[in-house]
């Protein structure tokens, strides 16, 4: 089955600067990958979906890039703020339903 | 606000007893997803309804179940609760069915029901 593997350091950055969390899956490409926050004790909320033949879609301060051959998503947050801390999953389908990885922190310092 | 609502918000019990956690889903949505998310863990998901009827299962334990209702509201029980089943269950909702080629459909978190099992 698909793994989903998020690097589950805590990235720390300073207000300002660009945070860039990696997705990286270990199976065949989905046809679509999905970027959800994660704030603690509350539900994850959807931000941008990507599919396999995009290679990039932007939302904002969100850029999101999907490299089916590295089978790697990347999402970018510009000109980051405090307020942008929080949990980021990515998310890919599996037969009828969404699996998730496990995340990777974000802490934006000012 | 999602517009899914999860009951009861926080529940306290002891091990060995049964638990029903409730979920209503976003108008409209037809299919109803249950998590599990332990500290620091990840969201693991347990398993899916669509329009009343099971469509895919995780990891979840014989001890557990969940059923959609007519009115598309879903309830997870829990049963025989163990220390190691507390938790955040978070319930989710979409129009139709996620998957690799029939829908792009994002999925709407409810605000979760904390499950403390002492």
């Not at chain 1, 593997?5 to 990235?11: D, K, M």
């Not at chain 1, 950055?13 to 970027?35: F, V």
């Not at chain 2, 299919?31 to 995780?58: M, P, T």
């Not at chain 2, 014989?62 to 220390?83: G, I, V, Y």
Request: glycine share 6%; hydrophobic share 30%.
């Amino acid at each position: 089955s698909q793994k989903i593997e998020q690097n589950s350091e805590a990235l720390n950055i300073q207000e300002g600067k660009t945070a860039t969390l990696t997705c990286n899956y270990t199976n065949y490409s989905p046809a679509y990958l999905q970027w959800y926050r994660q704030d603690p004790g509350r539900g994850p909320v959807f931000l941008l979906l990507i599919r396999e033949n995009e290679k990039e879609k932007r939302k904002e301060r969100l850029k999101v890039t999907f490299d089916t051959t590295l089978k790697q998503s990347l999402f970018h947050i510009t000109a980051s703020q405090p307020a942008d801390s929080a949990t980021y999953l990515c998310a890919l389908p599996e037969t009828d339903k969404l699996i998730f990885g496990t995340g990777t922190r974000l802490q934006v310092f000012p | 606000d999602s517009g899914v609502t999860q009951t009861p918000k926080h529940l306290i019990t002891a091990t060995g007893q049964r638990v029903t956690l409730r979920c209503s889903p976003r108008s409209g949505d037809l299919s109803v997803y249950w998590y599990q998310q332990s500290l620091d863990q990840g969201l693991q998901f347990l398993i899916q309804y669509y329009n009343g009827e099971e469509r895919a299962k995780g990891n979840i334990l014989e001890r557990f179940s969940a059923q959609q209702f007519p009115d598309l509201h879903s309830e997870l029980n829990l049963s025989s609760l163990e220390l190691g089943d507390s938790a955040l269950y978070f319930c989710a909702s979409s129009p139709r069915i996620a998957g690799p080629s029939t829908s792009t459909d994002t999925q709407y978190f409810g605000p979760g029901t904390r499950l403390t099992v002492l």
